[in-house]
């Protein structure tokens, strides 16, 4: 049963990391050379991750049903109607829209090259993504300090969007983080920090079940017995329930808080993966 007690962890990982802007693919990266784990066994293979990704997936469904229902709602309308006008809701979702397409362009354009550079089992990788955290966190920090508390979300516009949909494709580089870059651009932007979590929430939505749909085209080609399954499936919950634990944490820590400590948080474990490069671990 070791394998579904790993399961558990990583869904954990993953439930919290994702949302929460320290990068959850650095921690999953690295969680099983840092544990001492097979890398190629369960914890590695395409089924656990597409399973994972789905569990934060229905996070956001489940936390965001209202706002999903307004906004697909307003869509709609303004398809039959055909006009937006002053809607706030309608403006944001066609925003949605258009912020994804970037984004999975340029992932669908670069994910194979990063993947075989970055996401490689040797140390030159795992020193990468200590530098994508230190970056990350730089950048987190700057836009936190400097960026101002003008816009909320109802205030969007479409460069904004936009901008924050490119920042997306730097989540490619494990390190970076998607909400860490999403939440950078839209504080750069102006928008509060809720303002620019929120969105970043949102915007990850269509992104997650694209990236869940091309992914799971490929599990018929992996074989896994009872007790994996058992694993994935409680990978898969303990990802959905912490990530919806993450959300609401990170939406109530903005309202009164900065986000300095998910930068300080960031360099300390970048600190940490060079240290266990020195030593050889």
């Known amino acids: 049963m070791d394998v579904v007690i790993q399961a558990a962890l990583v869904g954990l990982l993953q439930g919290l990391t994702e949302f929460i802007p320290i990068s959850s693919s650095a921690h999953l990266e690295l969680a099983p050379w840092i544990a001492g784990w097979e890398s190629d066994g369960l914890i ?13 997936l229905v996070a956001l469904l489940v936390y965001f049903a209202r706002d ?30 258009a912020a994804t397409i970037p984004a999975a362009i340029i992932g ?5 090259f990063i993947e ?9 990788a795992r020193l990468a993504i200590a530098g994508f955290l ?10 936190d300090r400097f960026g101002g508390q003008r816009r ?4 969007l516009t479409t460069s904004t969007a936009l901008t924050i949909g490119v920042s997306q494709a730097l989540a490619l580089f494990p390190g ?18 809720e303002a620019a979590a929120r969105f970043s929430f949102l915007l990850a939505t269509p992104i997650t079940l694209g990236a869940g749909l091309y992914g799971s085209r490929k599990l018929l080609t992996e074989a896994h017995t009872g007790t994996e399954w058992l694993a994935i499936g409680v990978g898969f919950v303990v990802a959905l329930l912490s990530g919806l634990m993450a959300i609401g944490f990170l939406l109530a820590w903005l309202r009164r808080r900065s986000l300095t400590v ?20």
Do not use: C, K
Request: aromatic share 12%; charged share 20%.
């Open 152 to 155: 909320e979300l109802a205030d």
């Open 44 to 56: 590695g293979s395409l089924a656990f991750d597409v399973f994972l990704h789905l569990g934060t």
């Open 176 to 193: 970076i983080s998607r909400s860490g870059a999403t939440i950078t651009a839209g504080r750069a932007l102006g928008m509060s920090r």
């Open 68 to 97: 999903w229902v307004r906004y697909i709602g307003a869509w709609l309308a303004s398809i039959r109607e055909r006009r937006i006008g002053d809607d706030p809701d309608r403006r944001i979702a066609w925003l949605l829209i």
């Open 116 to 124: 075989q550079v970055f996401h490689a089992d040797n140390d030159g």
């Open 134 to 143: 230190v970056i990350g966190a730089v950048a987190l920090w700057l836009a």
């Open 262 to 281: 998910f930068s300080l948080y960031r360099v300390a474990f970048a600190i940490v993966i060079v240290a266990l490069v020195i030593i050889g671990r």
């Open 108 to 112: 669908f354009a670069l994910e194979g």
